[in-house]
């Protein structure tokens, strides 16, 4: 029993051939992650382990890939999809909307799609628009559906394995600038309850309502804010659906204000969603405007300077932060 | 099958009547004319192989097995219906019977289909699939996507197109590009069979064969099974786009008719045989509507439980 380093992409890995090892009815299918251990090298080694039965390289046919899981679920397997870019989830769209989110609800509660769909997003990879999208906020809006985010090696294995268990479909978003990051990870067998919150650094003066990768961004900003006597305290969600209200209205209780940081567009993004819950729940406790740090409402540039631009930073979160403590009331 | 073909046809009646008549809600799209197909296949089925059916699904369902009553049940959104009211007429449920799923988007139940069909095969189950869907569903992106899988994987899956000739109003000449629906089945590299969805023996007799190659492990059949329906698309009427002398044609060849003249021609049967098969579903469906309208509505709060497993 001991807790060792080991890299996100290693702690999802850990988490698809545990419940492989565990459960019999546990499979994976998509595109390339057989033979070459798919193109990010996440299920790497589990062909091998697990031969072409059990993890199907497929066609390119995501409508294909989706229906399939969603049939295999109802059919009693536990399918774990995976759609090689976020970008291509909505190749599926028929499937991810109408069908996986829908099918329980429609059979009055007789069935049940115990699917998970793992994807990912990238940032900072310079591939275009159609390569580094990234929209949890339009899967929040569709109830039927659990969304995961996870930011660390630890919660992406604990809240994997939570999805891959969890009798609901689950849209896992991996995030690809992520997948070197080393962090903590247990040895020993753990999960982490879909819907909790985590609250990664404590703080009093402000809350940082972090989502994904930036998290890492919201807590090196933090670091260097209480160098100047600045206590901030991040949040992250961690899952989108279910949503923890109760871990961020509290927090907002403790600080009095609220920033929120997210790679997602700003318009009707999660920041906005995340905003109306703190009018809704904890507009007395605010000591200042809610603000939302978010992707610029452009698709995403090429040009890398562009690019690095048009996306949430240290830097402005910094500033964000500083212009908030000044004009609160 | 006979039986089964009347309940289709007197149920299907019986929906028209009551949804014109206001006492049922939403939407609605009647099979009347096309029972030999969901007749004939789901004879060829055993109750534990699966169906996916569609937005026209009351005869998939009630040929695969489901009571009258909870379908009718259903259509009128009542807690007793087979989905408790919250799928209505375009979702019908019921494993028990091999009802698993029906999709209302066209060609969406396809990809699923082929999913369980996976599952069978990965338990080394001897169980097969059916997904029924009608010729507009051959023009969708899932439609392709799930055939070529079904084909790569041969998984025991048998594709049935109901091909009435027109989606909504568009005919088959002016929408699909291969010179026969069946030809589609060919570039996916399975059997294809054309058979005349007006004569429920022949459809049973194809559906067979493609079964059987199916739990024998050597994967997909396409089956088009040709007919028509004699209502609209829905249960309005939508302009007209079919010629009163094509109607008229497939009226008289109506699958019910074919098959009581051959049963009586055969001596399989007597007159009275078939007549009292007749008042049987006439009880069914009395029973059934009786069923329905006496059953309690759910509240929002009971069909909130549903949305998630918890």
């Known amino acids: 029993m001991a807790v060792r380093e080991i890299t996100y992409a290693e702690a999802i890995r850990e988490a698809l051939r545990e419940e492989m090892l565990r459960d019999e009815r546990v499979f994976l299918m998509g595109e390339d992650i057989g033979l070459i251990g798919g193109v990010f090298k996440v299920t790497q080694g589990l062909y091998e382990e697990f031969g072409p039965e059990r993890v199907r390289d497929t066609p390119i046919s995501e409508t294909a890939i989706v229906g399939a899981a969603i049939g295999a679920a109802i059919a009693g397997m536990r399918p774990i999809a995976e759609i090689m870019y976020m970008d291509f989830l909505m190749c599926a769209g028929d499937q991810v909307i109408n069908h996986l989110p829908k099918i329980r609800f429609m059979s009055g509660g007789k069935l049940k799609v115990p699917a998970v769909i793992r994807t990912q997003y990238g940032l900072y990879r310079y591939a275009a628009a159609q390569h580094s999208q990234f929209y949890p906020a339009f899967l929040m809006n569709i109830p039927g559906v659990y969304v995961e985010v996870p930011s660390t090696p630890y919660d992406a294995k604990g809240l994997l394995k939570s999805a891959i268990r969890d009798e609901n479909p689950d849209i896992f978003i991996e995030c690809a600038a992520l997948y070197r990051l080393r962090g903590p990870v247990p040895d020993y067998e753990y999960t982490i309850p879909l819907g909790q919150a985590d609250i990664k650094r404590e703080g009093k003066d402000v809350t940082v309502f972090a989502i994904s990768y930036m998290v890492h961004v919201a807590l090196s900003a933090a670091k260097k804010l209480e160098s100047e006597g600045i206590s901030v305290e991040v949040v992250d969600p961690r899952t989108l659906n279910p949503f923890d209200k109760k871990t961020l209205v509290e927090s907002i209780k403790k600080t009095g204000r609220l920033v929120v940081i997210e790679a997602d567009h700003k318009t009707a993004g999660v920041g906005a969603e995340v905003l109306a819950i703190a009018m809704e729940e904890a507009y007395d406790y605010l000591k200042a405007p809610a603000v939302r740090l978010a992707a610029e409402d452009i698709p995403p540039p090429f040009s890398p300077k562009a690019y690095n631009a048009s996306l949430p930073n240290e830097e402005k979160l910094i500033n964000t932060i500083k212009r908030l403590l000044k004009h609160s009331r | ?310």
């Open chain 2, 1 to 310: 099958m006979y039986y089964k073909m009347v309940l289709v046809r007197r149920f299907e009646e019986k929906v028209v009547e009551l949804y014109r008549a206001g006492e049922i809600p939403g939407i609605a799209h009647g099979y009347i004319g096309e029972e030999a197909v969901a007749v004939g296949v789901c004879s060829a089925l055993r109750r534990d192989d699966y169906i996916l059916s569609t937005h026209r699904g009351h005869g998939h369902s009630l040929a695969k097995g489901i009571d009258p009553k909870y379908l009718m049940a259903e259509l009128y959104g009542k807690k007793t219906g087979v989905c408790k009211g919250i799928g209505g007429s375009m979702h019908s449920t019921e494993p028990d019977v091999g009802v698993i799923f029906s999709s209302a988007i066209v060609g969406g139940n396809i990809p699923i289909a082929v999913g369980v069909a996976l599952a069978f095969k990965m338990r080394k189950e001897d169980r097969v699939v059916v997904s029924f869907f009608g010729d507009g569903a051959t023009n969708t992106g899932a439609f392709h996507e799930a055939l070529n899988l079904a084909s790569i994987w041969k998984l025991p899956i048998i594709f049935v197109c109901e091909n009435n000739f027109y989606a909504i109003s568009t005919h088959v000449s002016k929408s699909v590009a291969a010179k026969e629906i069946v030809d589609r089945a060919i570039a996916y590299n399975m059997p294809g069979v054309v058979v005349d969805g007006n004569d429920v023996l022949a459809v049973y007799d194809v559906t067979l064969k493609a079964v059987e190659r199916a739990r024998r492990g050597e994967g997909p059949t396409l089956i088009e099974a040709r007919t028509y329906r004699w209502l609209d698309h829905g249960m309005y009427y939508l302009g007209k786009y079919r010629p009163d002398e094509e109607v008229m044609m497939w009226k008289q060849r109506c699958p019910i008719k074919l098959l009581k003249e051959r049963l009586l021609k055969e001596g399989i049967a007597t007159e009275l045989e078939l007549s009292k098969l007749e008042e049987r579903v006439a009880l069914e469906i009395d029973e059934a509507v009786r069923f329905a309208r006496e059953s309690e509505e759910p509240d929002l709060d009971f069909v909130k439980q549903f949305v998630y497993v918890r």
